[in-house]
């Protein structure tokens, strides 16, 4: 293992309160209200609504990493598979978001075959570490939200590359 990819795991254990958890619902919750009005305003199709609501999901939790980029990049080599072997992906991750979220929002055709690969790609990590029980801090809202990596860490990959690979077959 790397320097950079040692981790002290105590230092990395979400704490799971409810505070946290409400903290989590409430970004949550201003994701599906903003891609709500988005749709309202601009959009005629499911398919709008699934843009939209990827878009600010996207842009949001990419916001929440760059408010502590060491942070996040410290939790997230601890589960990305990508991230581990590359310290530069990781600190890139929520760059890449962002860009995401934006394509999506102005209408990019070609979003999707990105965002499939990378979440399919993030599930497997998130997935690897639920089997092994690892008990490290999810860094999907940076370190704003102190929540554990759970199954809604993979329930929240898992949907992105759904939708993605809705819009890339329908």
């Not at 209200?33 to 199709?45: D, E, I, K, R, T």
């Not at 939209?52 to 997230?76: I, W």
């Not at 979003?111 to 860094?139: E, F, H, N, W």
Request: glycine share 8%.
């Amino acid at each position: 293992m790397h320097d950079h990819q040692q981790m002290d795991h105590s230092q990395h254990e979400g704490e799971g309160t409810p505070i946290e958890y409400l903290k989590f619902a409430g970004v949550i919750l201003f994701i599906v209200l903003v891609s709500l009005f988005l749709y309202n305003q601009f959009g005629n199709s499911f398919t709008d609504w699934m843009r939209y609501f990827m878009g600010v999901f996207f842009v949001v939790f990419a916001g929440f990493k760059f408010l502590d980029l060491p942070g996040f990049v410290s939790s997230y080599i601890g589960y990305d598979i990508i991230a581990k072997r590359s310290m530069f992906y990781a600190q890139s991750y929520p760059f890449i978001e962002l860009a995401l979220g934006l394509m999506y929002l102005f209408g990019s055709s070609w979003v999707d075959y990105i965002t499939l690969p990378l979440m399919t790609i993030g599930a497997i990590g998130v997935l690897q570490q639920l089997l092994k029980r690892s008990k490290i801090k999810c860094a999907c809202l940076g370190t704003y939200i102190k929540l554990p990596l759970t199954t809604v860490s993979l329930v929240e990959y898992l949907l992105m590359g759904v939708m993605a690979a809705y819009m890339i077959f329908m």
